[in-house]
């Protein structure tokens, strides 16, 4: 008896550890979408990184219209090295997410 409820209280802790770590990952995800990605901070990068491309996808050659991250800072939102920021194209931006 002992053994079962152990075994439940190891399954609570695991499911309650997995919707923690689901809220915490989507409100990373709502602030990256909703805030970061509006503010002048990722503007001013966004147009570096874009200045520092020729305005050219740097899978395709055609003309860059977004910046893709290669990296995520996960834990630091807009801290991301500019090196981790490359200058693509719809398509190709739409081709790198899909594949994944």
Sequence with gaps: MQAFILLL????????????FEYKRKQRRDYYRNE??????????RYVVLKRDNW????????????HHKRYAKRNIGKEPID??????ENCHNLIHHEH
């Excluded at 970061?36 to 990068?45: E, F, G, M, N």
């Excluded at 050219?56 to 910046?67: D, E, H, K, S």
């Design 36 to 45: 970061y990605l509006k503010s002048d901070a990722w503007q001013r990068k």
């Design 84 to 89: 981790w920021l490359v200058s693509v194209c």
């Design 9 to 20: 209280f190891v399954i609570a802790v695991l499911v309650l550890k997995h919707f923690v």
């Design 56 to 67: 050219r996808c740097i899978y395709c050659g055609a003309r860059a219209t977004q910046v």
